[in-house]
């Protein structure tokens, strides 16, 4: 069965990546990012938003757990992002979107 996470069938909030727990809205002024693909890695995320310059760049603030995922903290630059969840370094947020066909 695939779990529908961008719009819940039975009313329910939508979850974050995967885990089964309510994912919190995006904060206000949070800026969209489009992606073509069902999901996204975080490292690449923070690339795309121009949250940070390069992939370095991106292993060390996701390391240093200077990141956060749907409001929480998250060390995994792999961490598999889907639309609907946001991510936020230095008071600066992104929304993962589906980018229109």
Not at 23 to 52: W, Y
Not at 78 to 84: D, E, F, I, T, Y
Not at 85 to 94: C, F, I, T
């Amino acid at each position: 069965m695939t779990e529908n996470r961008e719009r819940p069938s039975s009313g329910e909030a939508p979850t974050a990546s995967g885990t089964g727990t309510p994912r919190p809205p995006a904060p206000r002024g949070a800026e969209p990012l489009p992606i073509r693909d069902e999901s996204i890695r975080l490292g690449q995320a923070l690339k795309l938003a121009n949250l940070v310059e390069d992939g370095s760049e991106a292993k060390l603030v996701i390391g240093e757990g200077l990141v956060t995922v749907n409001g929480e903290i998250d060390t995994r630059r792999g961490r598999q992002l889907v639309p609907g969840d946001w991510v936020r370094l230095n008071g600066q947020a992104a929304v993962i979107e589906r980018e229109p066909r």
